[in-house]
């Protein structure tokens, strides 16, 4: 509860920051927090996810603090992505919680060759140990 609570006053202050011009772009995910912290409740840490850019409260859940959310937004020395992102496209490799990209649907391709490569390395492991 309260997750879904500070992502919906993060969401107004930031949204707030663009329309002053303050930050460039920003997107809003008001209505959808309990679905982003139910899904993201139900996961791993291990777990690796591919987000589009309403779904900050997963990456919330996870761990990534305001600060953090704000130095991407804000795309200031601190960001874990040096700037090199449009605001919301949060990454954090600690979390596994990889980039966003903008267009839309582009999750499915890549969680897809994620998975097919995870499973190549589990299955080298397999072999490898196998064989004395």
Request: with cysteine; charged share 20%; hydrophobic share 35%.
């Amino acid at each position: 509860h309260r997750q879904m609570i500070r992502l919906r006053k993060m969401d107004t202050i930031l949204h707030n920051a663009q329309r002053q011009g303050r930050i460039s772009f920003y997107m809003t995910c008001h209505g959808e927090e309990s679905i982003h912290i139910g899904s993201a409740s139900a996961l791993r840490p291990q777990d690796h996810v591919f987000a589009q850019y309403r779904e900050a409260g997963i990456l919330m859940w996870r761990g990534f603090t305001l600060e953090q959310f704000c130095n991407q937004c804000f795309s200031n020395d601190l960001d874990l992505g040096r700037g090199r992102q449009m605001p919301v496209h949060y990454g954090c490799r600690a979390l596994n919680y990889h980039t966003i990209s903008s267009p839309l649907g582009t999750q499915l391709t890549q969680a897809v060759g994620a998975a097919y490569k995870l499973k190549l390395d589990h299955m080298a492991s397999s072999s490898s140990s196998d064989n004395p």
